[in-house]
Structures are given as structure tokens and as C-alpha cells.
């Protein structure tokens, strides 16, 4: 059954451009290459924090804070590459989280930090099996139903927090709680890796060109971790290997390329649609949870559109999960930036920025597509100009950095996406009988 699912899943995939198909599979980095990129944005990670001094392009806190924001980018986004794969468009991403902070916050004040997390990951459960019922069994348009759940979300948290955490004369508001935020819970412990980020730290000091620099980054990658951290990692890990690697995986995918042609072969499309949303609430809330153990409370606004940034790394990462780990990435890093004040590192990130667009242009040169390379070159241009002219960016842009990011990198990618055949298009059961 496998062999011809395979078959099935390869017919959906040659149905829409094969050839271009064929050419982005040969076009795939192999590590060697994907080692020398990282190596390259290092070198000139270096080379801009020395000639610009802004010393929080390399440094282990602004790393630090990267590794953090990024998680719960990433779980929404990995959430949303679960429900994708199996054809269901889930925009409904920032109210699983939401439903995901507002659980933790409940269970973490009275329970502590890991339950906090279970509860979190049940919350997100909620939001899921909301959105597949929907749009599963009863077939409403994939959108709506989204919208639907982040108001629902939205209203019921505000509902339950003023219910549960600020009645007067409640155990939770004795605690601290009150309308808009649960009581405080307890912390959840963190771990630095023996030798290594002591070594790392004495090296970062030393502030050598590249050396100093690869310290620093290293050291906020391996100085004070959340254990959480882990689990996130190896839910990337583990998804890869589930959707890749297993039968279960193939049949998953085969319902967002060729749902008919799967049902033909046996398998049943409403029970993996039914799991992937599951799956994808769970990582949705999993990332809430995250949030909310962080700063040891459920607040009201807390997610902060970061499930729709997370939607924005599935698609940057070409609906796989090492895409979406790089895309989270580099959201953290501008997310980072903003809560550090960074206005001198944007400042210099302005000509990291001038460096893209002149590769771009070279790029689309050589490609003949004259009137992109002009845009590029003339957006070049002026961000030459606005650095040379200024010391720093205004508090609001930097703030915005990580929105402005968003847009950019998705209409950079908007070339080379492949999104599953079969993604948002109503199904229903007994199709491919």
C-alpha cells in the first residue's frame, strides 16, 4: 500500500509544474553548501558589527533573547505546517496560542511551570478539534473558520480571566490575579552547557574579529536554556522524521496533495485531517504555554500576532520543517532586537540590508529582469542614504522591525514556494470511491 501511495502522492506533487518541480529538487542545499552560507553571513556579521560597532549583532544576550522569542514563532509555525500538509488552511494559529497562554496561566500558578506547559498543549488541543470539526466534518471555508477561532479565542480568555483570576475575594486574586493576568508560577529551571559557555564567555571578552564574535553567538545559544527549549528542538526533529520518514507521515501528506487519490487507496482522509489539527493546536498552544512560563503569567494580549508571524515562517520555510526553524530564527532575532532597544543595531543592519538588495539586483540581472533589478538597486540606494545621514532608527521602526521583517521575507520567497496541491479546498468523504 505504501508503494502506491507513494505513487498517488507523486502524481499530486507532478500535477502542478513538474518540471519546476524537478529543478527545485536538484536546486536543494546539501550541508557542505548550507555550512559555507552560515560560515558567509557570519564573516559579514563580523565584518558589519566591527565597522559599525554595534556590538549587539554578535553578542550572547542579543542571542539569547533571539533563541527565546523565536520558540513560540516557531511551534506556531510548525503547527501550521502539520495542518497544511494535510490540506487545511489554519490561520486559526494565534487563538490556539492565546487559548494556550490563558491554560498555562491557570495551571501554572497552582501546579507549576510543566504543568503549565501540559495545559497549554491541551488548550491548543481545544482550538484544533474546534477548527477540523469545522472545517473537516462540516466543510466551512477554511478562513472564516480560522477568523472565527482567534475572535472566539480572544473573547473567551478575556471571559474566563476576569471569571477565574480577578473575582473578588478568589483564591487567584488573592494570589495576585486579577481581570487582565493569572497569579504569578513558579519558575521553570534553565541549564548553560558545562565548560563550554564559560569558555565561550572568556572568549566573547577577548573581542576578536570572527572568534569573538562565533563566541558570542554560541554562548547564547548554549547560556541559560529553558528545558522547553529541547522539547521544542526535538519536536522539529521528531516532525521531520514523522512526516518524512513514516508511513504515517506519507499518508498525512497525501491528504494535502491528492485527498482522492488517498481515499482510493485506503486511506481514510477525515482521521489524519482530524490529527494533523490536533497536532497543530497542540504546537499552536505549546508555544503559548511557552510565552506565559517565561514571564510566570498568563497577561491578557500576550501572543501579540506571533501566531501569524508563525504562519509567516511556515510559508517562508516552504512548508518544512528546517525552513520554518530558520524562519522563526531570524523573527526571533528581529523580535529580540526591538525588546533590547536595539536602534544603533537596525542602524547597522541597514547595510546588511544594502548588501541583500545589491546581490539581488546582480541576481535579477543575470536573470534579465530588469525592472525588479532596478527596484532593488534604487531601494539600495536609499538606505545608503538614510544610514549616512543618521546615527540611528527611531524607537517606533525598531519596534515594527519585526513586522517589517515579515513582509519582506515573504515577498523575497514568494518565487519559490510549493505549497501542497490540495491545500484549503473543501473535502468531502467518499470522493475517491
Not at 513538474?18 to 550541508?31: H, T
Not at 528545558?227 to 499518508?251: I, N, P
Request: proline share 3%.
Amino acid at each position: 500500500m505504501s508503494t502506491n501511495l507513494t505513487a498517488a502522492v507523486a502524481k499530486g506533487l507532478s500535477g502542478r509544474n513538474g518540471k519546476q518541480d524537478g529543478k527545485r529538487e536538484r536546486r536543494r542545499l546539501s550541508y557542505p553548501v548550507v555550512l559555507l552560507i552560515i560560515a558567509g553571513v557570519l564573516l559579514l556579521l563580523s565584518v558589519l558589527r566591527a565597522w559599525t560597532g554595534a556590538g549587539d549583532l554578535t553578542s550572547s544576550g542579543q542571542y539569547g533573547g533571539a533563541l527565546i522569542a523565536a520558540v513560540p514563532i516557531g511551534l506556531a509555525g510548525l503547527g501550521g505546517l502539520w495542518a497544511e500538509r494535510a490540506g487545511v488552511i489554519n490561520i486559526g494559529l494565534e487563538g490556539m496560542m492565546m487559548l494556550g497562554t490563558f491554560c498555562a496561566g491557570w495551571a501554572g500558578y497552582q501546579y507549576g511551570p510543566w504543568a503549565a506547559a501540559l495545559a497549554g498543549v491541551v488548550g491548543g488541543l481545544l482550538g484544533g478539534l474546534i477548527h477540523a470539526i469545522a472545517t473537516v466534518s462540516f466543510g466551512v471555508d477554511h478562513i472564516i473558520s480560522g477568523v472565527a477561532i482567534n475572535i472566539l479565542a480572544l473573547g473567551v480568555t478575556q471571559y474566563l480571566a476576569k471569571l477565574l483570576f480577578g473575582a473578588e475575594g478568589s483564591e487567584a486574586a488573592a494570589a495576585g490575579g486579577n481581570d487582565k493576568q493569572s497569579p504569578p508560577m513558579d519558575d521553570m529551571s534553565t541549564f548553560s552547557v558545562p565548560l563550554l559557555s564559560d569558555g565561550l564567555g572568556t572568549l566573547e571578552k577577548k573581542d576578536w574579529f570572527l572568534l569573538s564574535d562565533a563566541a558570542g553567538i554560541l554562548r547564547g545559544l548554549t547560556t541559560n536554556v529553558s528545558w522547553l527549549t529541547l522539547v521544542a528542538a526535538g519536536l522539529f526533529a521528531g516532525t521531520f522524521f514523522v512526516l518524512w520518514r513514516s508511513s504515517f507521515g506519507l499518508r498525512l501528506r497525501s491528504c494535502g496533495e491528492n485527498p482522492t487519490a488517498a481515499e482510493s487507496l485506503g486511506v481514510n482522509v477525515y482521521t489524519y485531517k482530524y490529527a494533523a489539527l490536533l497536532v497543530s493546536g497542540g504546537l499552536a498552544g505549546l508555544g503559548g504555554a511557552f510565552m506565559a512560563i517565561g514571564v510566570h503569567f498568563y497577561s491578557d494580549g500576550q501572543t501579540g500576532g506571533r501566531g501569524y508571524i508563525g504562519l509567516a515562517t511556515m510559508i517562508f520555510g516552504n512548508w518544512r520543517p528546517g525552513g520554518v526553524a530558520m524562519g522563526a530564527g531570524l523573527f526571533g532575532f528581529m523580535d529580540s532586537l526591538q525588546l533590547r532597544g536595539g536602534g544603533d543595531t537596525v542602524h547597522a543592519l541597514l547595510l546588511l540590508a544594502v548588501v541583500l538588495l545589491v546581490a539581488v539586483t546582480l541576481w535579477k540581472l543575470r536573470a534579465t529582469s530588469r525592472r525588479t533589478a532596478a527596484i532593488s538597486a534604487v531601494f539600495a540606494v536609499l538606505l545608503v542614504l538614510w544610514y549616512a545621514f543618521t546615527e540611528t532608527v527611531p524607537r517606533e521602526f525598531v519596534e515594527a522591525t519585526p513586522y517589517v521583517a515579515t513582509l519582506l521575507v515573504l515577498a523575497l520567497a514568494a518565487q519559490r514556494l510549493r505549497p501542497p496541491k490540495a491545500i484549503g479546498r473543501t473535502y468531502q468523504k467518499g470522493q475517491g470511491k
